[in-house]
């Protein structure tokens, strides 16, 4: 069982370059999270999803877009990468909302934009 | 407690030795929290959790406390082992939406 894969692991940009990060779950969750991590911090979510077809703002959602197409796919979009964008990015899937528990967190993916 | 800048707190301990770590959440309405454990280069992962109905929950060599009073959560580890340095950090569910905001982490290194 895979659990939570990320790709791509690490990517180099360039300033105003777009990309798109993937996470896949195999677990039937239906709520998928985007977090970012920076250096001496703990997660700051970006957006998440509770569902297919359904995606909302977290708490750092400037410069980001999202898609949940497919139940067990969350795309994270760059669209005109910047500097400030560079940290690791982890992905985030739960069973269901509502105090029902933990998050199951990918490996990360490790971004720089120069 | 909660850190501020790039610099995580540390805590070091001696194999052997219980170890305190200490979370500050941020919402009187937050109802839910877990304790999450991140080795390096690696996402974090689910350590214990517990409701705001509760003051205590014990797992596995680990307890949590959470003093609702002071908006105040400790992990406590019995017999800490080397395998248990990481970064560990709190997280709050806000209002039961499933939504967790993290504080910034302790790194806990163990000293054999």
């Known amino acids: 069982n895979a659990g939570v894969t990320q790709t791509p692991k690490f990517r180099v940009l360039k300033t105003g370059q777009s990309m798109t990060l993937l996470c896949a779950q195999d677990?039937?969750?239906?709520?998928m999270y985007w977090y970012r991590q920076d250096p001496g911090m703990g997660l700051r979510l970006i957006h998440y999803?509770?569902?297919?077809?359904?995606?909302a703002k977290g708490e750092v959602p400037d410069g980001y877009n999202v898609s949940r197409l497919k139940k067990q796919n969350f795309l994270l979009g760059l669209e005109s990468a910047a500097p400030s964008q560079t940290s690791v990015y982890f992905c985030?899937?739960?069973?269901?909302?509502?105090?029902?528990?933990?998050?199951?967190f990918g490996e990360g993916s490790r971004l720089t934009v120069l | 407690g909660e850190s501020v800048g790039l610099h995580l707190p540390t805590l070091s301990v001696q194999e052997g030795d219980n170890s305190i770590i200490n979370c500050a959440y941020s919402?009187?309405?937050?109802?839910?929290f877990i304790w999450y454990k991140q080795e390096s280069g690696k996402g974090p992962q689910f350590i214990i959790d517990?409701?705001?109905?509760?003051d205590k929950r014990q797992g596995q060599r680990v307890t949590v406390l959470l003093n609702k009073t002071v908006k105040h959560l400790s992990l406590q580890i019995a017999a800490t082992q080397p395998g248990d340095s990481a970064v560990y950090f709190c997280?709050?569910?806000?209002?039961?939406?499933?939504?967790?905001?993290f504080g910034s982490g302790t790194k806990l290194n163990v000293k054999p």
């Open positions: 999803s509770v569902g297919e077809g359904t995606t």
């Open positions: 985030a899937s739960s069973l269901i909302g509502g105090n029902t528990g933990e998050l199951f």
């Open positions: 919402n009187s309405a937050s109802d839910y």
């Open positions: 997280a709050e569910d806000l209002y039961n939406f499933n939504k967790f905001y």
């Open positions: 517990i409701r705001s109905n509760m």
């Open positions: 677990m039937n969750h239906e709520y």
